[in-house]
């Protein structure tokens, strides 16, 4: 996709949603990565489903820990993998105590530190949280990415690097979220919505639906 295409591209899905954000519910810097982390193969249904409790109860490093690990995970049992999952969040939480004064930490290596967190959970707090401009590469940025040809890549990293390139730098900020929305509610993965899509006639997806 042409320079000018994709800065269309985001013209119009910045239009259409001026702010966009997470659909994680948090009410806190940690408690948006403990919902990154539990997010890994999981939904955002799901998982907000599970923290409304668990936060409840929950809401610091200091309560997490304190819960301990087996009653995290009966909080989570609706949520795959939960026991490694309640396992890296007690474990995490007792880092950000010991390492950073129960702060989550505005660093990414500080981040990829932590258990359970990698480079996209790293990028998701880094962008919603503290406003830095990067780009955390799920399954649908990688597919939207390809797909349009807005950024192709072998691999999520090369997506991330391809779109740090040729995203426009004042939709830089958002992009993260615009591209997540559109490929979870109109670039679907196995029947995209081309007919309801506000940026069709930029993609370059040739297999386009009604």
Avoid at 26 to 43: D, E, H, I, N
Avoid at 91 to 106: F, I, K, M, N, T
Avoid at 204 to 210: A, G, M, S
């Amino acid at each position: 996709m042409k320079r000018e295409a994709i800065r269309e591209f985001f013209r119009r899905l910045a239009a259409a949603n001026p702010n966009p954000t997470t659909e994680l519910e948090y009410g806190s810097p940690f408690q948006l990565l403990v919902a990154v982390v539990l997010s890994a193969q999981a939904t955002d249904k799901s998982v907000n489903l599970a923290t409304r409790e668990l936060f409840a109860v929950a809401p610091t490093p200091e309560a997490m820990l304190s819960l301990g690990e087996e009653n995290v995970a009966a909080h989570l049992k609706s949520i795959g993998l939960y026991r490694n999952k309640a396992k890296n969040v007690v474990a995490l939480s007792r880092l950000l105590l010991e390492r950073h004064g129960g702060e989550v930490p505005r660093s990414r290596e500080a981040l990829e530190a932590l258990p359970g967190v990698g480079r996209k959970t790293a990028n998701v707090v880094l962008n919603t949280v503290f406003g830095e401009p990067v780009m955390a590469v799920d399954t649908h940025i990688f597919r939207v990415a390809n797909r349009t040809g807005l950024a192709p890549g072998k691999d999520v990293l090369a997506v991330e690097q391809a779109l740090m390139r040729r995203v426009p730098k004042e939709y830089l900020q958002h992009a993260h979220h615009w591209l997540i929305l559109h490929g979870r509610y109109v670039c679907t993965a196995r029947k995209p919505r081309c007919g309801d899509c506000p940026v069709r006639d930029l993609c370059e997806f040739r297999d386009k639906t009604v």
